[in-house]
């Protein structure tokens, strides 16, 4: 069992910025990677930003520059740092985390979701 919770998300206005955070909890071995993803209305889900144990990192065309995504591996933690946002930031967004419940076994796990609105 692993349980993700995600904090952090709210109304912010144009060019504003924003701080999510999600922790990781439960039966975790060893986390092999740590993400964000979003989803708007009527658009598909899409990687946001991801970052592995050796530390590389992924971000979205539409974010890189932005945004920026870190860890605190002590604490089972990832963050994503949000500026300069825009109206089209706005979605869910959801953590995830694949990790290793134990040395030969590993899965996805996600958050429910926190709702990041940029308007003014």
């Known amino acids: 069992q692993v349980h993700l919770v995600e904090s952090g998300g709210g109304l912010v206005q144009p060019g504003g910025s924003l701080r999510l955070s999600c922790a990781a909890s439960?039966?975790?071995?060893?986390?092999?990677?740590m993400g964000w993803f979003r989803q708007a209305p009527g658009k598909l889900r899409e990687l946001v930003a991801s970052?592995?144990?050796?530390?590389?990192?992924d971000y979205a065309d539409s974010v890189r520059g932005r945004f920026t995504i870190s860890r605190d591996n002590a604490k089972n933690t990832v963050y994503l740092e949000m500026n300069s946002l825009k109206p089209e930031d706005t979605a869910v967004y959801f953590c995830?985390?694949?990790?290793?419940?134990?040395?030969?076994?590993?899965?996805?796990?996600w958050g429910q979701g926190t709702q990041v609105t940029v308007s003014s």
């Open positions: 995830n985390a694949r990790v290793y419940t134990d040395y030969q076994v590993w899965g996805d796990y």
């Open positions: 970052k592995n144990s050796g530390g590389g990192t």
């Open positions: 439960g039966s975790i071995f060893r986390i092999i990677s």
